[in-house]
């Protein structure tokens, strides 16, 4: 009997859980995997890249060309006024120019004596000169809607990185609660066994009344932690479970066969350890927060360029060579300003310039605050990776202080154990050995739980997580 107390004992403090092969279990990787290819967060912010390109095709409308055309008719009291169509095309160039051809018709006995009777056709350009010369709305437009195409990239992984983190801690959450429930209910087996066996005793004689009473308590009060572990357990499953779709847009609950795919014990070597230096170089150099301020200072700069043009004069040239008739391409040849031509120049500026200096003024105020939040987010993220990695190392010393501690523990419970099957100690004494021994385990796991998760909101921090 005495040999029989001792096998399952030593059997409880082992922590050997065994199952069979067919075990189902979920990986950190893979899980976050799913999260990111099925929960809702991330295809919404699919669509948000998505947007961007929808909104910068649209941009690119404006430099489309444009075919124009137009059909009149005035008859009155007998008299023919007027008849006309004209058919024009025009195409924007990149540069503010405008290049345009067409064909016009006209006829009739009250036309306005400027215009030309009869089928014209014309060729020509348009240029500006000062203002919209180097860039303009259309031109700004469009280069902005390809800076936020690329922003819009950032917002995904920004959104991807946080929503990560936040399935990460649901999945370590879910890890720590199993992972102490599974103690509790072998520390709980065990004592079943013990207080039959101590029950035994006693109705052979061998063992006081007093044992089977502190044999049950402790049991009892197993029984209620291990309850208690059950229900964290399973609410940490639903919050795991919040995290996980289907293909087909809807939620998913987990088996309750799934478990962690590594035991508590194998968790410490899980963790690559990062040069410090490097995760800060690479968050300077690729966060997606800090890459998205850079797309937005640019196109505060291409806006900036835009609203110095409100501090230049607007001066546009005008011109069209003239044919009769629709055949233009046969009058082609000829001297631009010989015959068979129409040229105009406009000239306008504001004398105190107040608008354009206002806006272009706030353009710089503008590239100037981004440039102090960006400087801001910086450090706010630098100062986050450093604090993070100081708990990772921090965790690292302390799960190998724990490792031993637990070590110790077990060999003084199994020391008492010894010594109550020689007449030498209490049932109390073991259950206390026992106690600390528990204590310990519950806190190396919370610990070595933890020390995964430092690492992870590492890569939280450095702006990596959405790489899963």
């Known amino acids: 009997m005495k040999f029989l107390l001792i096998a399952i004992i030593t059997v409880l403090f082992l922590h050997e859980v065994k199952g069979n092969d067919t075990i189902k279990t979920l990986s950190p990787g893979n899980y976050l995997q799913i999260v990111k290819k099925y929960h809702p967060i991330a295809k919404i912010a699919a669509i948000q890249k998505e947007k961007a390109g929808s909104l910068l095709l649209g941009v690119k409308g404006a430099f489309d060309p444009l075919l124009l055309g137009s059909a009149g008719n005035k008859s009155f009291d007998g008299i023919n006024y007027y008849q006309s169509n004209s058919t024009q095309l025009i195409i924007p160039t990149w540069y503010g120019i405008e290049v345009n051809t067409g064909m016009e018709y006209l006829g009739g006995t009250r036309t306005d004596p400027t215009a030309t009777i009869g089928k014209t056709s014309f060729s020509g350009i348009s240029i500006p000169l000062a203002k919209n010369l180097l860039m303009d709305k259309r031109r700004a437009a469009l280069?902005?809607?390809?800076?936020?195409?690329?922003?819009?990239?950032?917002?995904?992984?920004?959104?991807?990185?946080?929503?990560?983190?936040d399935a990460a801690e649901a999945y370590w959450q879910w890890?720590?609660?199993?992972?102490?429930?599974?103690s509790y209910s072998a520390v709980t087996e065990l004592n079943k066994k013990r207080t039959a066996l101590v029950t035994t005793a006693f109705r052979l004689g061998e063992r006081p009344a007093i044992d089977t009473i502190e044999a049950v308590s402790q049991l009892q009060n197993f029984e209620y932690l291990q309850n208690e572990a059950w229900l964290n357990?399973?609410?940490?499953?639903?919050?795991?479970?919040?995290?996980?779709?289907t293909?087909?847009?809807?939620?998913?609950?987990?088996?309750?066969?799934?478990?962690?795919?590594k035991k508590v014990d194998d968790l410490f070597d899980l963790v690559i350890f990062p040069e410090k230096e490097k995760v800060i170089a690479d968050a300077i150099a690729m966060h997606p927060e800090l890459r998205w301020y850079n797309f937005k200072l640019k196109a505060l700069d291409t806006e900036k360029k835009l609203k110095f043009q409100e501090l230049l004069p607007k001066a546009d040239i005008k011109y069209n060579y003239l044919a009769k008739g629709f055949d233009f391409i046969s009058a082609t040849g000829k001297a631009l300003f010989d015959n068979n031509y129409k040229f105009g120049i406009s000239f306008s500026v504001p004398l105190r310039l107040s608008q354009g200096r206002s806006e272009y003024k706030m353009a710089?105020?503008?590239i100037t605050e981004t440039s102090l939040q960006k400087n801001q987010k910086e450090v706010t993220i630098i100062t986050k990776i450093k604090n993070y990695y100081n708990e990772l190392v921090n965790y690292k010393i302390q799960v190998n202080l724990l490792q031993k501690t637990y070590?110790?523990?077990?060999?003084?419970?199994?020391?008492?154990e010894t010594r109550f099957l020689n007449g030498e100690s209490s049932l109390f004494l073991i259950n206390s050995r026992e106690n600390k021994t528990l204590e310990t385990r519950i806190k190396l796991t919370e610990t070595v739980v933890k020390y995964n998760k430092a690492a992870f909101t590492l890569q939280w921090a450095g702006g990596k997580l959405w790489e899963y």
């Not at 902005?144 to 819009?152: D, G, N, P, W, Y």
């Not at 890890?175 to 599974?182: D, K, L, T």
């Not at 357990?233 to 995290?243: D, E, G, V």
């Open 364 to 366: 710089k105020l503008k």
């Open 407 to 416: 070590t110790n523990y077990l060999h003084l419970q199994r020391a008492e």
């Open 175 to 182: 890890a720590q609660a199993f992972f102490v429930y599974e």
């Open 233 to 245: 357990w399973q609410n940490a499953t639903q919050r795991l479970n919040a995290f996980l779709w």
């Open 247 to 261: 293909e087909n847009n809807n939620p998913y609950e987990l088996p309750a066969d799934v478990l962690p795919n």
């Open 143 to 165: 280069l902005q809607a390809k800076i936020m195409v690329k922003a819009s990239e950032e917002e995904q992984r920004i959104m991807l990185n946080d929503l990560m983190y």
